[in-house]
């Protein structure tokens, strides 16, 4: 199966331009705000796609266990020494066009600043919503294009694509903004019931962030989130769904499956993971299990 190009963020330093010197505070203040009112009461197994450094990964209360997944490494690398060794927390090196885990093992998933970057959603929601248990949790953000700020820029031809037309836009390679319907249709093809929605970041100004502190961006933040999420003209959208009942497997002690063929289960076996059906190797190393094909 040919799959979409990924973002390759192998060697990047986002987690630090971006984020510990990018003046983000307010950002992630917001999305700290958002997760609290849309996480389940954590039990099980979650997993989180588009994992990065684990950014958000402490957030992430009461799961015994957390599966990191990223297609780079070295995010995962990352991720693994800010988060220190702890038997909680599995890193997997992986595609979201094609997950290496059988069907439902997890009892949550989250996908945080990474469906933007995604070409084909509905392909990594289908990949996503297999890999979870009847009635699991799903919290999905994504960019989106019908906010204020790029309403007045078409309006006042600064832009010159249309924000209410339901399309992607791709703005630049491999960065795509979402309309709310489109998102909410694909979630619902894909067998996901969207239950909540909270509009996060509706303060992100450069103006707002000089001169208001960020105690005070984080009270307006947390009011705004509250009385106007039903508007979704955010820059960002955090919705948590529900996996539509479909008589999945059970929760079984099969958790692997081999990303190239389909089968399961594959045995956890490092530092080699070997398929019984096209006996395709992955390797694991350094607590990184690396199921990328086409590398
Ligand atoms: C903008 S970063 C967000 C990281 C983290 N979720 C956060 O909010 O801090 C996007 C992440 O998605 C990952 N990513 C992009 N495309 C992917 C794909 N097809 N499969 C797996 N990971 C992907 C990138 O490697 C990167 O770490």
Redesign the pocket.
């Known amino acids: 199966m040919k799959t979409p190009p990924?973002?390759n963020?192998e060697g990047s330093d986002?987690?630090e331009s971006f984020?510990e010197h990018g003046n983000r505070a307010y950002e992630d203040a917001a999305e700290e705000i958002a997760l609290k009112h849309l996480l389940p009461s954590g039990n099980g197994h979650l997993l989180e796609?588009?994992?990065?450094?684990g950014?958000?990964t402490h957030r992430y209360k009461g799961f015994e266990h957390i599966t990191l997944?990223?297609?780079?490494t070295t995010?995962l690398q990352k991720a693994k020494e800010h988060l220190g060794v702890d038997e909680k927390y599995r890193y997997v090196a992986?595609?979201?066009?094609r997950l290496p885990f059988a069907p439902g093992v997890f009892s949550a998933a989250t996908m945080?600043?990474?469906l933007h970057?995604?070409s084909d959603p509905q392909l990594a929601l289908k990949q996503t919503n297999e890999c979870l248990f009847n009635d699991a949790v799903f919290i999905l953000e994504y960019a989106n294009k019908r906010n204020i700020k790029s309403i007045f820029r078409y309006w006042f031809n600064k832009q010159e694509w249309d924000p209410f037309n339901r399309e992607a836009v791709e703005f630049v390679e491999l960065n795509f903004d979402f309309h709310p319907a489109t998102v909410k249709e694909w979630l619902a093809q894909t067998g996901f019931n969207v239950e909540k929605q909270i509009s996060v970041s509706y303060l992100r100004t450069g103006f707002l962030k000089r001169v208001l502190p960020l105690p005070v961006m984080r009270t307006l933040e947390h009011v705004l989130q509250l009385t106007l999420s039903w508007a979704a003209y955010s820059p960002s959208i955090f919705l948590r769904s529900q996996v539509v009942n479909q008589n999945k497997p059970e929760n079984s002690s099969t958790f692997f499956r081999c990303p190239a063929c389909g089968h399961y289960p594959l045995a956890d076996t490092p530092p080699i993971l070997v398929c019984g059906q096209c006996e395709h190797e992955y390797p694991a190393k350094d607590g990184i299990y690396d199921f990328r094909l086409d590398l």
């Open positions: 990924v973002c963020y986002y987690q984020w796609l588009g994992a990065g450094a950014r958000n997944l990223d297609y780079s995010q992986a595609d979201v066009y945080i600043r990474t970057h995604l």
